[in-house]
């Protein structure tokens, strides 16, 4: 049987801060001891407009949040130092031009379909494109160099990029249309069951989790 967390009517602000600004979704999260099920109270003054697409604003949360339902190449702990979530290894050129980020071989989206570099890559490139929350003009471009492995080439070196790794959500390209944030597929912790608009958004655990 699934444990419900019980509200503790805990008022949270889920803040995006980058180099180009912020936005905040304030929230009212339901606590307990089990992971099973989040549920997240949002009214519509506070509700993500555009769904939970991270480009938009979801899934971009701050380094002591995680959005949930996509994962992230890195973390940030506690200290404030970097772990490791998709990502396996990464590493930045000399100049600091290149950031080379290997990732996991055994994650799949909750539709079955693997995640690969190229939709890391993908991610990046369409948040550099269309991000409304996020500065991403250091970036030149992402590219997949095979199925594990994602290069970053900056226009300028960027010294906190390991952290900026941690604040975006990885969406599939395959399944990415201007309706994801609607219908959200993702690799995280947990996955979307409902959304009462204005009222309250159900998430539950992802049964294939490659994690804890």
Known sequence: MKRKLLAVLMAVCMTTTFVG??????AALE??????????????????????????????????HEPLIQSTLTVTNTDLSIGMDLATDYSVSEDGLTWTVK???????????????????????????????????????AVAVDDTTVEFHMNTPFAVWPYTMAIVGIVPEHAYDENYGQNPIGSGRYIMKQWDKGQQVIFEANPDYYGE
Request: hydrophobic share 30%; charged share 25%; aromatic share 10%.
């Open 21 to 26: 600004g912020s936005t905040a979704v304030w």
């Open 103 to 141: 990732i996991r071989d055994d994650v799949k989206f909750t539709d079955g379909e693997p995640l690969t570099a190229e939709d890391v890559a993908f991610t990046y490139n369409n948040c550099r494109d269309n991000s409304s929350v996020n500065d991403f003009s250091m970036l030149k471009e």
């Open 31 to 64: 606590e307990s001891t089990g992971k099973d099920e989040v549920i997240v109270t949002m009214p519509t003054t506070s509700e993500p407009e555009a769904g939970f697409d991270p480009a938009y604003g979801w899934g971009a949360g701050e380094h002591v």
